[in-house]
Nanobody
Framework: QVHLRESGGGLVQAGGSLRLSCTAS????????MGWFRQAPGKEREFVAA????????IYTDSVKGRFTISRDNAENTMYLQMNTLKPEDTAVYYC????????????????WGQGTQVTVSS
């Protein structure tokens, strides 16, 4: 089992930046594939970013490429999502996800989810 908790959400103006953090407890951070999803009001969960498998590199949904960057610090059991040039359409609850075997874009592939952190971008 692993417990995930996001932090760093908030209210920002369009064009601003925000950094989300995800801390993992219960297991070693490096034992899991990890990533980020988001869900806007009235919409389904959307893939945002994740670490690729076996050195394949990070993957991003097209709408955030060039603006968001995923990173991690295994020693601190922490994953980050640096979000720059935020747009109102980025407004959503952002979730940290993890799985022992899956790495990809499907929400059903991840076994563990955090509680979510709200990101609101005003125009």
């Amino acid at each position: 089992q692993v417990h995930l908790r996001e932090s760093g959400g908030g209210l920002v103006q369009a064009g601003g930046s925000l950094r989300l953090s995800c801390t993992a407890s219960g297991r070693t951070f490096s034992d899991y594939f990890m990533g980020w999803f988001r869900q806007a009001p009235g919409k389904e969960r959307e893939f945002v970013a994740a670490f690729g498998r076996w050195g394949a590199g990070s993957i991003y949904t097209d709408s955030v490429k060039g603006r968001f960057t995923i990173s991690r610090d295994n020693a601190e059991n922490t994953m980050y999502l640096q979000m720059n040039t935020l747009k109102p359409e980025d407004t959503a609850v952002y979730y940290c996800v993890a799985d022992r075997a899956y790495s990809g874009r499907s929400p059903t592939g991840y076994s563990y989810w955090g509680q979510g952190t709200q990101v609101t971008v005003s125009s």
